[in-house]
């Protein structure tokens, strides 16, 4: 019997997206989770804002740069924390050996990680987004297509560094798990979500401007502060993300041949 | 006590026999698998027919498990090689992974998820068709129509181990690994689940390779038994030929010696 084998099923992606759907659905905690931090950060920097710009006349003219920065880090922190709870939810389920089997590809695999992480993102950013027009007349939205601009990019990044998190679970068990929690906060000093480039000693700048999302944050400020979108940030900043992307499936793919190497895919726990 | 196994409709529609193929439905050639300085699995070679149930016996550390994961492509083998279905084991896998499946108690399957949630999930990701009806159908041969709206977590061990055995023949393989199926259940559940797998097998001429500790599961099951130890082939044979030839009663027996390492009396 010959069995036709597709290289890439959405059906096949449709069902693990369907599989966290269910347990995203089954757990009211993991739904509040979604939803609390971010707010959480929204408020308490969102009233920060609130009492610069009453000392400040930048902050008085830059209306939103704080909250906006949160936000747009959030979008990042999210975007790759929901991509790696999701992949990690099969750890701890010890789920990974039936997926291994099954005819699930890593690349369908990836492709509803980076779903998911939509999915999760949404849930707790746009709740978040509306109370920060209640709370502070910030309107996200009304960034419009710069918007766009700075949600692709900063996904794109998050969903690089997941995958590479993802690779080294795979490769190292749960003992590695502390790298989806915490590779993330690396990227806040080094890509300026709260301060522009220039604030960096110069050496530590060649770092920052080698990493998309300081293109979106200096982009960020450009709008806020100077009401310009500049276009050739974000292009910059993607083409980076197509590096760090491309990049971060080839470790990931090595991972996982390390992984079928040394016999770690049936063994996932620490 | 549980009822007894009603007669049901055949819900595994033979196939054509594969008795007549040329190649076996699995085949090992000198399979090695070495960690580090450690060789788990050493120069194996064995084929199984189509049709074949087959045990894969030895002792904790004999390599069994390592054997399997390199059959299912989860490992990929220092040297020789591993043909299941036809394809080169992990090069090809995707080609086998569609007609086959594992069960094992070692691996779970989400706990948060329904019973049905979970088949519906493993379905698409086999690509069954009509998998609304697959699913209930599975469910009334395995008795767990009535659990298909609970959670996984909440079923006691028997009753995920029929849940397991469920998402293992959703998509109706045509190769089926056993890794200790009916581990940690009481006789009666582990009886049922023998019942099972052997109509499965008689309707359906699936093969079967179970790995397992339990021996008369094997001289129920198994027409044929391969005893491993430290990462060797000990022996190979039908359970009547070891039994006679180690001039024992049970197979536990033969067990005994072979990983003790008295020599069989020819």
């Known amino acids: 019997m010959s069995v036709a084998v597709q290289t890439f099923s959405p059906r096949r992606v449709g069902a693990m997206v369907l599989r966290y759907w269910y347990l995203l659905r089954s757990s009211f905690a993991r739904l509040i989770e979604l939803i609390y931090w971010p707010a959480v950060q929204m408020l308490m920097w969102g009233f920060l804002q609130t009492y610069l710009a009453g000392q400040s006349s930048l902050y008085a003219r830059a209306g939103g740069v704080l909250i906006g920065a949160v936000m747009l880090w959030d979008v990042l922190f999210r975007g790759q924390l ?10 701890w389920s010890r789920n990974l050996g039936n997926l ?15 779903v998911m992480s939509i999915i999760r993102l949404a849930i707790g950013m746009v709740p978040v987004t509306l109370l920060a027009i209640w709370f502070f007349g910030f309107n996200l939205w009304a960034l419009g297509i710069a918007l766009a601009a700075f949600f692709a990019n900063l996904m794109f990044t998050g969903w690089a560094v997941g995958i590479f998190v993802s690779g080294l679970v795979l ?4 003992g590695a798990e502390t790298f989806a929690w915490s590779i993330m906060f690396l990227f806040l000093p080094l890509t300026c979500v709260y301060y522009p ?37 974000m292009i910059q900043s993607l083409a980076l993300n197509a590096v760090m992307f491309s990049l971060a ?22 | ?130 998998l609304s009806a697959r699913i209930d159908e599975i469910a009334a041969e395995l008795e767990l129509t009535d659990l298909l709206d609970r959670p996984t977590g909440k079923l006691s061990a028997g009753q995920k181990t029929r849940v397991s055995l469920a998402k293992a023949l959703i998509n109706a393989p045509d190769l089926l690994l056993l890794d200790e199926p009916t581990a940690s259940l009481d006789p009666d559940t582990a009886d049922w689940v023998r019942s099972r797998l052997e ?46 030839r180690y001039g024992r009663e049970t197979l536990e027996e033969v067990f005994l010696d072979v990983a003790r390492g008295r020599e069989a009396a020819q």
């Open chain 1, 82 to 91: 929901g991509f790696s709870i999701s992949f990690l939810e099969e750890m």
């Open chain 1, 100 to 114: 291994m089997i099954s005819p699930l590809r890593p690349a369908e695999f990836v492709a509803a990680l980076m």
């Open chain 1, 171 to 174: 490769r190292n068990g749960l």
């Open chain 1, 197 to 233: 480039v220039s604030v960096l000693p110069d050496w530590l700048q060649a770092i920052a401007w080698s990493l998309p999302p300081t293109y979106v944050f200096e982009g960020m400020r450009a709008l806020l502060i100077g009401h310009i979108f500049r276009a050739d940030l």
């Open chain 1, 249 to 270: 499936v080839l470790a990931f793919l090595a991972l996982l041949a390390s992984a079928r190497r040394n016999g770690t895919l049936m063994q996932t726990g620490e």
């Open chain 2, 1 to 130: 006590m549980r009822r007894a196994a009603q007669p049901a409709k055949c819900l595994f529609p033979k196939r054509i026999s594969m008795d007549a193929r040329a190649e076996p439905a699995v085949s090992t050639e000198r399979l090695t698998k070495v960690y580090k300085t450690t060789a788990a699995v050493d120069g194996i070679s064995f084929a199984l027919p189509y049709g074949s149930i087959t045990g894969l016996l030895g002792g904790n550390g004999a390599g069994k498990t390592t054997t399997i994961a390199m059959l299912m492509g989860l490992t990929t083998p220092t040297s020789g090689t591993a043909r299941v279905l036809g394809a080169d084991m992990p090069r090809e896998r995707y080609r086998a992974l569609q007609r086959m499946n594992f069960e094992s108690p070692y691996v779970e399957m989400p706990m948060r998820l329904t019973v049905r949630q979970n088949l519906t999930v493993f379905g698409m990701l086999y690509g069954v068709a009509q």
């Open chain 2, 199 to 244: 109509r499965y097998r008689a309707e359906r001429g699936v093969t079967m390779l179970i790995a397992s500790h339990n021996m008369a599961e094997v001289e129920r099951l198994c027409e044929r038994v391969i005893f491993m130890k430290r990462g060797r082939i000990e022996d190979d044979d039908t359970p009547a030929r070891l039994l006679q």
